[in-house]
């Protein structure tokens, strides 16, 4: 594959002190902040792509044999800082998933649990990153 294929980004600009905004290059923006406001935080940003990824997989795969009455996915984590710093550990995602009663409903609520473990064992980046420890590299322009 080439880099044109591969390639994601996202720009963080500056609002003021301890917020900021993120846009990607299809002009998607999200603020967020240090905590000290309603607006996400980075670590739940974290969390929330965690969960997202996952609940896309899993969303996509079972919705073409019927419509959820519930979907929802919790995710959890301790946040941990100590001799080794900043990090989380613990991280948990928890579907609550609802299908109608009938032969649809069935079939996705028996496609589910392997929607979930495909997606948490090849499919989501967002966790395989998560799990195989990739660095990350750090570099301050020149202005």
């Known amino acids: 594959?080439?880099?044109?294929?591969?390639?994601?980004?996202?720009?963080?600009?500056?609002?003021?002190?301890?917020?900021?905004?993120?846009?990607?290059?299809?002009?998607?923006?999200?603020?967020?902040?240090?905590?000290?406001?309603?607006?996400?935080?980075?670590?739940?940003?974290?969390?929330?792509?965690?969960?997202?990824?996952?609940?896309?997989?899993?969303?996509?795969?079972?919705?073409?044999?019927?419509?959820?009455?519930?979907?929802?996915?919790s995710v959890r984590g301790d946040k941990i800082n100590d001799d080794e710093g900043s990090r989380m550990e613990n991280l948990a995602v928890t579907f609550h998933v609802e299908f109608p009663e009938g032969p649809g409903g069935d079939r996705a609520r028996a496609i589910l649990p392997r929607a979930v473990r495909l997606s948490h064992d090849r499919l989501c980046t967002v966790s395989r990153t998560i799990e195989r420890g990739t660095p990350v590299t750090s570099t301050i322009a020149d202005v």
Do not use: K, Q
């Open 1 to 73: 594959m080439s880099e044109s294929e591969t390639l994601r980004t996202v720009s963080v600009d500056r609002l003021s002190t301890g917020r900021y905004t993120a846009t990607n290059a299809r002009g998607g923006r999200i603020e967020f902040g240090s905590g000290d406001d309603a607006d996400f935080t980075p670590v739940e940003l974290l969390l929330a792509a965690l969960g997202g990824c996952t609940a896309i997989d899993a969303d996509v795969a079972t919705s073409r044999h019927a419509e959820p009455v519930r979907f929802s996915v």
